[in-house]
């Protein structure tokens, strides 16, 4: 019988999958030191992002589910 692949819970709270299946995140530079960030800078940054390329395979492995 095969092992079942657990979910990294650290990456659970990051990333989320859509339902296409692609992997969103959340952009940076939003959690503090916001008054010197121009309103559209940080309304810009509210959006989810998709993760790159070259990230994604290993993303994939800590998110089986």
Do not use: D
């Amino acid at each position: 019988m095969i092992n079942k692949l657990k979910t990294r819970k650290s990456a659970l709270k990051r990333y989320q999958k859509s339902k296409s299946g692609k992997i969103l995140r959340r952009k940076a530079f939003r959690s503090h030191i916001l008054e010197k960030k121009s309103p559209k800078r940080k309304r810009n940054l509210r959006h989810k992002n998709l993760v790159s390329m070259c990230e994604k395979n290993s993303i994939y492995l800590m998110l089986p589910n």
